[in-house]
């Protein structure tokens, strides 16, 4: 095997790859990609098992064709230190990287333990364009718990009927909702889907794309790479009944400036969450108060609705507000012991926040 590429492009196939790369596992050959000089082209495969990434390019020199598979982290990081063109030489069981300032071995992997890609057919998947997705996902995915204990929520619903698709993810703190009218055929389907690989296509530089759904997985492809995850087998909370529908007072509040005073009031409250109290009503007010002090602070915004006072996190509030892209909000609060609806100008996404008990 013999064959050179540019370092800064091959960096970018690395670098999407690297993604699915397991930082822990007890399958120490899942650290590893394989590499493919083929046809003319370089083909890169990833995976944890429970995703696969492979990604293929045409600007490399193939000079003699062959297959590496070689330690992922090792080889990235020596690429994103290199300059110019890196030549990569498969050298009984070891593969020599030489470039400009001098070279450097990686160890190879036994093709046989590696894993094989899975089997797609592309011609059952649907030609979309993706960017709407992506940019639902990129409002949504951040509200998917880290904690595995959650399994039901591990994920984002995908819920398709008649042409709409509904995204829906929660942490049971919080919970974000849209829909996006798109073609997937005539067939429903309700699945839940892993945020790593919704991560890595809200990464995509690119809007057309193939996706493909079966009772295990969902694949993205287009011309460069192809994307597979199996999907979360559990059943989603039932997120149409979280969201209340008599939230009549109403509080409209310029963006930034409600964050600022959001982050300046919660330095004095010293819990996780950042307990702070929205006052509503005769006065508009933020304050908080601990061991470490106290803080209170007026905000300018226009309010219709009766006296209310609620405890809600100011951290999930401002994390909320970083993904709302527009000048102005909407606050929609029911009672102080209810979930308050938060809203952007646009109302493309429907964020959902659960009130602080406070003992």
């Not at 949504?140 to 959650?150: C, G, H, R, T």
């Not at 999930?316 to 709302?324: A, K």
Request: aromatic letters at 8%; a negative charge.
């Amino acid at each position: 095997m013999l064959f050179s590429i540019e370092s800064d492009e091959f960096l970018k196939e690395l670098s999407v790859i690297n993604q699915v790369i397991p930082k822990h596992t007890t399958f120490p050959i899942l650290c590893n990609i394989r590499i493919v000089a083929k046809d003319g082209a370089i083909h890169i495969f990833g995976t944890d098992l429970d995703t696969s990434l492979s990604y293929t390019t045409n600007l490399a020199n193939i000079e003699e064709e062959g297959v590496i598979i070689v330690p992922a982290k090792t080889l990235y990081s020596m690429i994103r230190e290199i300059k110019g063109k890196a030549t990569f030489i498969k050298e009984g069981n070891r593969a020599k990287v030489e470039y400009d300032q001098g070279y450097f071995y990686l160890p190879l992997m036994e093709e046989e333990d590696f894993p094989s890609e899975p089997d797609i057919n592309k011609e059952s998947a649907y030609k979309v364009n993706i960017e709407e997705i992506r940019s639902k996902i990129d409002k949504l995915v951040f509200i998917v718990p880290e904690d595995s204990a959650k399994r039901n929520m591990s994920g984002m619903l995908w819920e398709y009927s008649e042409h709409k698709l509904k995204l829906a993810v929660t942490d049971s703190f919080r919970l974000g909702f849209s829909e996006v009218e798109i073609d997937f055929g005539e067939e429903s389907f309700n699945i839940v889907i892993p945020p790593k690989i919704l991560r890595q296509v809200s990464s995509l530089e690119t809007n057309e794309v193939w996706i493909g759904i079966d009772e295990s997985r969902i694949c993205f492809i287009n011309d460069k790479f192809t994307m597979v995850s199996r999907l979360i087998k559990v059943d989603f909370p039932n997120y149409k009944s979280a969201i209340p529908e008599d939230n009549k007072n109403i509080l409209k509040i310029e963006r930034d400036s409600f964050t600022a005073s959001l982050k300046r009031v919660s330095v004095f409250s010293n819990d996780k969450s950042k307990t702070i109290m929205i006052e509503l009503g005769g006065d508009l007010a933020l304050g908080a108060s601990s061991e470490i002090g106290e803080g209170r602070e007026e905000i300018s915004g226009e309010y219709n609705g009766k006296e209310i006072n609620i405890a809600l996190s100011a951290a999930y509030l401002i994390e909320i507000l970083r993904y709302i892209d527009t000048k102005n909000i909407v606050l929609r609060f029911g009672e102080s012991n209810r979930p308050v609806i938060i809203e952007g100008e646009k109302k493309d996404i429907l964020y959902l926040l659960m009130p602080v008990v406070l003992e």
